[in-house]
């Protein structure tokens, strides 16, 4: 690893050539550094294949980003590693859950924390507590990417399953994003500012936020985005430790442009909102992107819910488990919208196929 781009520990993302035609890939996973040698010859399937022997992650739940082939695409599957762009140094990271630590998160979420549980108890006036956001708001910093725009509400949004299929594989990252994303933020940008937060590391918050199109997108523009770091561990006396999401933590680092009245965040999991019951929207999660891609409009329906709430002075009176309920017309409209839509486009196809044969 001596050519390893010089980063420290030389755990991410190298290319050494070996003697003969093997290639040496270093890739980071969960922090730790893989390295794996394949030859030249081999397909991007063939290195799946090899992290999967290396870490237990299933080769369909692996997602390798950073790998492009020469034409300048993402590299698919069949691509060959003669054929790829491999920068000395260049990062390359792979992505994706080991078989065992599924197997300990399908085991958890029986114990979860459930609604019914998280109404009994308001953590957030315990003082411990308190003093644990008082720390947070004080050791993590936030980089602002975009200032809050005044009169805004803000809305705060999860990634994984919310916005993205984590365990789904795909060959391009694209493939994996929501049905109607961008449709989605674009029109919220409108009436509310966005921030990110995923409970990932500010490294791979970016690199999805990237991927995705979401950081470069031209129509709309995110105000931050928070990571991990942000996060609060609470104990639950019936449900025991777990993480949270506390927008205490946000209301404290824009004073000025947002609270409790002005905010609202969707996640697919509950518990990240045991501090903030109010605020929170459970988004029904996005998984089997690629069985669920046609049918998955929570994007699109909740895009009027919001556009509906956004002529609000204040959200805090909102129940949002009833935001179907509540935007139930403009969601009938646009169900009505879409399937109108798709007619035309499948008249449009037969029709071609007709007329070409
Ligand atoms: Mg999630």
């Given amino acids: 690893m001596t050519d390893a781009g010089g980063e420290a520990g030389g755990s991410s993302g190298a290319v050494t050539a070996l003697d003969g035609p ?16 394949v030859d030249a010859d081999e397909s991007v399937q063939g ?44 990062k390359l990271l792979m992505m994706g859950t080991a078989d065992e630590e599924i197997a300990k998160l399908n085991a958890g979420a029986e114990v979860a924390p459930h609604e019914d549980g998280m109404a009994e108890i308001d953590l957030v006036d315990r003082p411990e507590v308190q003093e644990k956001l008082r720390r947070r708001i004080d050791s993590c910093s936030v980089k602002v990417l975009n200032p809050p725009r005044a009169g805004k509400k ?58 995705l199109g979401v950081s470069t997108h031209p129509d709309y523009k995110l105000t931050c985005m928070l990571d991990h770091r942000a996060m609060l561990t609470v104990q639950h006396p019936k449900y025991g430790l777990f993480d949270c999401k506390p927008l205490q933590f946000l209301w404290a680092k824009f004073p000025e442009h947002y609270g409790a009245h002005n905010t609202i965040m ?21 998984k089997k ?35 179907e309920s509540y935007a139930k017309a403009e969601i009938r409209q646009l169900r009505r919208a879409l399937e109108a839509q798709q007619q035309a486009e499948q008249q449009q196809q037969q029709q071609q196929q007709e007329g070409g044969s």
Avoid at 57 to 65: F, N
Wanted: hydrophobic letters at 45%; proline letters at 3%; aromatic letters at 8%.
């Fill in 47 to 90: 290195i799946k294949r090899k992290l999967e022997a290396a870490t237990s992650v299933s080769e369909k739940r692996m997602k390798l980003l950073g790998l492009k082939a020469r034409s300048g695409k993402p590299a698919g599957d069949a691509d060959i590693v003669a054929d790829l762009v491999l920068k000395p140094g260049a």
């Fill in 22 to 37: 093997q290639v040496e890939l270093a890739f980071k996973w969960n922090k730790k550094g893989i390295l794996i040698h």
């Fill in 154 to 211: 803000v809305l705060v949004l999860d990634i994984d399953y919310t916005l993205f299929d984590l365990n789904s594989s795909a060959e391009r990252p694209e493939e994996l994003a929501r049905p109607f994303l961008h449709q989605f933020l674009s029109a919220a940008w409108v009436d509310y500012d966005i921030v990110i937060w995923s409970a990932t590391s500010m490294k791979w918050v970016e690199v999805k936020m990237r991927e």
């Fill in 266 to 286: 969707m996640d697919d999991l509950r518990r990240n909102y045991v501090l903030n019951k109010q605020n929170g929207l459970v988004i029904r999660p996005f």
């Fill in 289 to 323: 992107a690629h069985l669920t891609r046609a049918t998955d409009r929570e994007l699109l329906y909740l895009t009027a819910y919001l556009q509906k709430i956004a002529a609000l002075d204040s959200l805090a009176g909102l129940n949002h488990r009833h935001w």
